[in-house]
Structures are given as structure tokens and as C-alpha cells.
């Protein structure tokens, strides 16, 4: 990743192409960034890119369906790559890939609001057909899309953010009174005809944002409003073993994270009919030394605070995950984004204090105390954390989002505000100011 990252910023700034690292051939998310990686290098003319090879393991990913059973915006990417080789290569291209892309193209010219994909599309019509006028939207898009500081966003997911906050900041005094109604009437809008919700409106529903939104309007009339269509997409979309996977494509496999946010939204909105025993149970046989894998967010404690919960019925699991969090706490009173990394970090820590708070009583004293006071220091002057990336995407790559960060710290602060008193000791006032000589 390290090497891709360097490769990648030494060709936006330097005149010269340099060689294409050696690159693993690997399948999923990380192959196609490999492809990525290996199409920008041929449209660059870098040394050591390799057309034929590009041809040939798009081809392969694209499959005999020509990709019709993957995600869509995953299916322009491939296109792209088949256009840049085939442009490389002086070989015809299918008719199939200018259709794609005048297709999917949206009203303002990007593609699934992903300046990544966009920014694809352009490079390989430059080279295929640069007087076509879906180039010239893609170029408006995307400098419509750059950012005062010259830079683009990978996406922005207002559904999900908005989910998460709503989740974060439930029974907040000044969040219930100006914002939580307005939240929840903008979730409840923005479900899919399918019953779904998308992380964003621009996108088809997936079974994480779902499960999300779902928490979030849990006890609200919204609730009850969608609970029909989002219980009949809950059925669905659940696979044959009473799991979930994140997206409608044929690539894609349970999640524990996002098996968890769907069995816990659709425990709290009462979607009816749906025996939850057998994911409860995958879930707790998937844990290994209290800690489980997530498909979404790095922190080993995003993982913990999400699946906890869930596991009602399952004491030892919980027992566990609450001594591998506890474990884990460093000397400064934070969680640490990555396993073993040398210093704390907010989003983790507020993870950390979610989990905890799911199994009260797991902690020693001084464990919730310490984490309350890490956040209050490291807290910024007008309120919100900074971190570092913590999100998967572009795969194998990292993001952050300040709502986000925002949402899962405050989370921690306010579980660790109001979960049980009778077996945690109260979370510290603020510390004064530190003296400067």
C-alpha cells in the first residue's frame, strides 16, 4: 500500500512517468486496485505497464457476463480499463463500453458522485474518443467537485454520516431539541424503492447503510412508517444462511459489521418473521481472542462496539471482547487505531468506550475514567476530534471524514455518560488548562 501510494504521487507530480512497482495478482478489492493501478500506468505510458496484461485480467474480472452481475460503479471501472488497454494496444473496443459510459453518466456529469471513477472515465475517452461530449461533462464534474485546496473527496455519504450521527448523538439534550427530528425525517425521505437505503442517495441500497439508518430511527414514528418496505428488503436480501453481505454483487460475502448493523436494525425497528439466531451465532463463532474482523473501519474497537451489542445471548462473546478492548487501552488512556500502533486515537477510543459501555461492569476502575479524559484533552477548540484515515476506500487505501470521526467519539462520551453508574465510577470533569513557562 505504502509503495502504491508513493507510485501514485510521484506520477501527479513529477513531468516523467515512473516504472510501475511490482504488483501482486491478487482477487477482491485489492486485485482491482492492482488493475487500477496498472491501467494508470499504461495511460501514462510508465515504464514496465503492460497493456496485454491489463486486457487480459480486466477481461477476467469482467467475466462472460461482461460484469453485469457486479456493483455498477465497479463495472465502469473495468470498462475504463478495457478502453485504456485496448487505446494502448490499438485493438477495437466493444461498442458496450461508450454506451456504459453515456448511460451511467449523471446529470452533472460525474459518475456515482465518485470523483475516482469520473476521473477514469475521462483518461480513458481522452485517449478513445476525446471529442465526445461525455469527456467534456467529466471534466466539468470533476472541477466542479475539487476542493478549495485542490484536492477531491473519495465520496460524500450523507446517509450514512447522518445515520451515524443520529445513532451518536440520541438523548443529547441540545441535539433532541434542534437536529434529531430533521435527521430522521431526511433517513426516512431517503429510502430506496427496494426498502434500502443507500450510503448516499446517488447510490442503490446496501445492506450496511441499511442496518444503519435502521439504529438510527429506532423508537421514532419514522420507524414505523418504514418498517414494511425495509423489512421486505431485510428478507431479501438476506442470504440462504441467515446472513448478510454489503452489496447486491455477485463478488461480495458476509461482513461481520454489516451482519451485525442488520440483525441489531432489524431487532429495533421489529421487522417481523426474522430469526436472527443463526447470525448471532456465526457472529460469536467468528470472534478469535475477543476480537472480530470488520469490512468498514480499521479500529479493532469499530468492530467490538458494533457487534457487542448484538450478542445478547451470548455472554462468554461478550466477556471476551469487553478483556480484548480492556487489553488494549494504552498508557495515555486511548485506543490505538491499529493493533500495537504507538499512540491513541479519538475515534478508537470512543469506540473503545462504546464497548466497554455494552458490558457493564467489564471494567476495572480507572479504564472508563482514562478514556474520558483522553477524549476531553484531545478534544479541538470548536468541539469536533482530528484523526487519521481510518476507513476503507478506495481499497487498499484509508479515508477520513470528519463527520465521522465526530459521530463515533461523541458516541463514546455519551455511552460513557450514561451507562451504569452502579458499576462505573463518574467520567472526570475537565482537566484546567496546562501552565506554559
Not at 17 to 28: E, F, K, V, Y
Not at 184 to 200: I, K, N, R, Y
Amino acid at each position: 500500500m505504502a509503495v502504491a501510494d508513493r507510485w501514485m504521487r510521484d506520477l501527479a507530480t513529477h513531468p516523467h512517468a515512473r516504472a510501475l512497482p511490482t504488483l501482486p495478482t491478487l482477487d477482491g478489492p485489492h486485485g482491482r486496485r492492482a488493475l487500477y493501478l496498472r491501467a494508470l500506468a499504461v495511460a501514462a505510458g510508465a515504464p514496465g505497464a503492460d497493456a496485454g496484461q491489463l486486457l487480459g485480467l480486466t477481461r477476467a474480472a469482467l467475466g462472460t457476463d461482461r460484469g453485469r452481475a457486479i456493483k455498477p460503479w465497479q463495472r465502469i471501472l473495468l470498462f475504463t480499463f478495457e478502453t485504456i488497454a485496448c487505446s494502448a494496444l490499438n485493438a477495437p473496443l466493444p461498442p458496450e463500453n461508450l454506451d456504459a459510459f453515456r448511460e451511467e453518466q449523471s446529470e452533472d456529469g460525474s459518475y456515482f458522485a465518485m470523483p475516482l471513477v469520473t476521473g477514469m472515465v475521462h483518461i480513458a475517452l481522452r485517449r478513445q474518443a476525446p471529442a465526445d461530449s461525455v469527456a467534456r461533462r467529466c471534466c466539468d464534474a470533476l472541477l466542479s467537485q475539487q476542493q478549495p485546496d485542490g484536492t477531491w473527496r473519495f465520496l460524500i455519504s450523507e446517509v450514512w454520516d447522518t445515520g451515524l450521527m443520529a445513532r451518536s448523538l440520541r438523548g443529547v439534550p441540545d441535539f433532541e431539541t434542534s437536529a434529531r427530528s430533521h435527521a430522521q425525517e431526511f433517513l426516512a425521505a431517503a429510502q430506496s424503492e427496494d426498502g434500502g437505503w443507500g450510503c448516499t442517495t446517488r447510490l442503490s441500497s446496501d445492506n450496511d447503510s441499511t442496518g444503519n439508518t435502521l439504529l438510527a430511527l429506532a423508537g421514532t414514528p419514522w420507524a414505523t412508517r418504514v418498517r414494511t418496505s425495509a423489512g421486505r428488503y431485510t428478507h431479501r436480501r438476506r442470504t440462504p444462511e441467515g446472513l448478510w453481505t454489503t452489496w447486491q454483487s455477485r463478488d461480495d460475502g458476509p461482513a461481520p459489521d454489516v451482519v451485525a448493523h442488520m440483525a441489531a436494525g432489524a431487532r429495533v425497528v421489529r421487522v417481523p418473521g426474522l430469526d436472527l439466531t443463526h447470525a448471532e451465532r456465526w457472529l460469536a463463532a467468528l470472534q478469535t481472542e475477543g476480537c472480530w474482523p470488520s469490512d468498514w473501519y480499521l479500529p479493532p474497537t469499530y468492530s467490538a462496539a458494533e457487534i457487542t451489542p448484538v450478542l445478547s445471548d451470548h455472554p462468554r462473546s461478550r466477556h471476551a471482547s469487553a478483556q480484548a478492548v480492556i487489553a488494549a487501552q494504552r498508557d495515555d488512556g486511548g485506543w490505538p487505531r491499529i493493533r500495537g500502533e504507538d499512540h491513541s486515537s479519538p475515534t478508537a477510543t470512543g469506540l473503545a468506550l462504546t464497548a466497554l459501555c455494552a458490558c457493564p461492569g467489564a471494567a476495572p476502575p480507572g479504564v472508563i475514567e482514562a478514556a474520558v479524559r483522553y477524549l476531553i484533552d484531545t478534544q479541538d477548540g470548536d468541539g469536533t476530534w482530528t484523526d487519521r484515515p481510518l476507513m476503507y476506500g478506495p481499497r487498499p487505501f484509508l479515508t477520513v471524514t470528519a463527520p465521522q470521526v465526530h459521530a463515533l467519539t461523541s458516541r463514546g462520551l455519551r455511552d460513557a455518560l450514561t451507562c451504569d453508574t452502579t458499576t462505573q465510577n463518574s467520567p472526570p470533569s475537565p482537566r484546567p488548562p496546562a501552565a506554559h513557562p
